[in-house]
Structure formats: C-alpha cells, structure tokens
C-alpha cells in the first residue's frame, strides 16, 4: 500500500471510529434517564455497540501504524479529534435524541453495505460485520422516529424542531476527509456522493411519511473535520477523567 493511500486510510478510521465512540457517550448520556424501561435497556445496549465499533475502526487504525485505542481515545485533545459536530450536540430530549440517531444510524448503515464490497479486506470484512448490529440500530430509530412524528401534537412539534436543528449538521456526515478521493478511486472506501444521494433518498421519505417537513433554510452546515463545537470539550473531560487521573494506570 503506497503511502498516500495508507495515511489516507488512518484518517478514514480515525474519523469513523471518533463518531462512533462521541455519539456512544452521547447515547450513555440517557442510562437511567430513558422514558420507559425498555428503551432504558435499548439505548445503552446501541451505546455499547457504538463503543464497540470505535474498538473495530481503532482496532484496523492499529494494524497500520500500531497506535493505540486506548491512547486514541482518552488522551487526545479536542482539536485532534476528527468527529463529526452532530454525534457532540448535548442529547437534548428524546426527540432530539432519537432523530440524531436515526439520521446516522441510516448514513452508516449504507455506507457499510458499499464498504462490505471494499478492496481491502481487512475493512471489508469490518464493515460485513458491523453491519448486522446496525441493522437492528435502524429499525430501532425508523420506529422512534415514525412514532414521535405521527404520534401527538407535541411530540410531532419536538420532533420538528430537532430536525430543523439537525439537518444542517447532518450533512457533514458526507464530507470527505482529506485524501479520501485516493481511497475512492482505489475502491477502498465507498463514494459519499453516492451514499448520500441514497440517504437523502430513503430520509426524505421516511421523514415525510413521520408528518415532518425538511427545513427549507438547513441553516449551518459545517465544511471539514477540523473544527468542533465547545461541547465537544466538555463531553472529552468527562469521559477521559478516569484515565487521565493516573495516565500510567494498567486498570481502570
């Protein structure tokens, strides 16, 4: 692997294992706090499953060039992360919640069905086995989101709002990183282009069919991965103090 390519590729993973373990956090936010115990139970098990994929996406990153996960994830500052600023955004409600979920869960379940087809095998098989779980993420949130929509005034009314939120942030999910046209054109990772097209597609239709409207002005829609909101900075402190407080502890 020429490399161009390889730097490339590390970029990709880190920026596809930071969203994972960001919106996990964000996920764990709701332990305890869910509207109904059953959802109480889903949610962290989805969060635990967005942990474990951050472990698939850092775990193929150390193969590379040995880094280590654990140092990835609790000791890099804010400005080295390369996250997406939607999966930073407070949890908000469970409106608010449950759209930011569905909006990515969608993104990432298509971008995993065209990366089961990527030349590098390594990746191919990460993203066939990723998959299965996030198909059940999905489902979970195309449910919420349908529910919440049609289901009373003010859920519908909450829903909105989330969404007219959203939207905008929702589409740096499809800004490629980088060198990624490289990883394109060698038919390693899948083309966001097309990826989008499909999302804005199956969203749109499902949003509509949830008495939504998309907003007509998306507002704010950030350009690259280089800069974050100020919430990433306080999600960080908390979720890296345990490490941080002995960083050459063995166990936590």
Same mark, same amino acid.
């Given at each position: 692997?020429?490399?161009? !390519?390889?730097?490339? +590729? !590390?970029?990709? +993973?880190?920026?596809?294992?930071?969203?994972?373990?960001?919106?996990?956090?964000?996920?764990?936010?709701?332990?305890?706090?869910?509207? !109904?115990?059953?959802?109480? !139970?889903? +949610?962290? @098990?989805?969060?635990?499953?967005?942990?474990?994929?951050?472990? =698939?996406?850092?775990?193929?990153?150390?193969?590379?060039?040995?880094?280590?996960?654990?140092?990835?994830?609790?000791?890099?500052?804010?400005?080295?992360?390369? @996250?997406?600023?939607?999966?930073?955004?407070?949890?908000?409600?469970?409106?608010?919640?449950?759209?930011?979920?569905?909006?990515?869960?969608?993104?990432?379940? +298509?971008?995993?069905?065209?990366?089961? @087809?990527?030349?590098?095998?390594?990746?191919?098989?990460?993203?066939?086995? =990723?998959?299965?779980?996030?198909?059940?993420?999905?489902?979970?949130?195309?449910?919420? =989101?349908?529910?919440?929509?049609l289901g009373t005034e003010e859920s519908n009314r909450r829903l909105q709002q989330a969404l007219n939120m959203q939207w905008g942030y929702a589409q740096q999910l499809f800004v490629p990183i980088p060198g990624e046209e490289l990883l394109i054109a060698e038919g390693i990772v899948p083309d966001l282009a097309s990826v989008k097209e499909r999302w804005l597609e199956h969203s749109t239709r499902h949003l509509q069919a949830s008495g939504l409207e998309l907003p007509i002005n998306p507002g704010y829609q950030p350009t690259s991965r280089t800069y974050h909101t100020e919430h990433l900075w306080s999600i960080l402190a908390e979720m890296q103090s345990t490490a941080r407080w002995d960083a050459e502890a063995k166990v936590w």
């Open positions: 692997m020429r490399n161009e !390519i390889k730097q490339a +590729l !590390i970029a990709k +993973l880190t920026a596809l294992a930071d969203d994972e373990v960001i919106l996990s956090h964000r996920d764990s936010e709701w332990t305890g706090h869910a509207p !109904i115990l059953e959802e109480d !139970i889903a +949610l962290a @098990n989805i969060a635990q499953d967005e942990l474990g994929h951050a472990s =698939v996406w850092y775990g193929l990153r150390k193969e590379l060039d040995g880094s280590d996960p654990d140092q990835l994830a609790f000791f890099r500052e804010a400005g080295e992360y390369r @996250n997406t600023e939607l999966v930073e955004l407070p949890k908000g409600d469970w409106a608010f919640t449950m759209l930011r979920q569905y909006l990515y869960d969608l993104y990432e379940a +298509l971008w995993l069905q065209s990366a089961k @087809n990527s030349s590098y095998q390594p990746l191919a098989d990460a993203a066939n086995k =990723v998959l299965r779980e996030e198909r059940f993420h999905l489902q979970h949130t195309h449910a919420w =989101v349908e529910r919440l929509g």
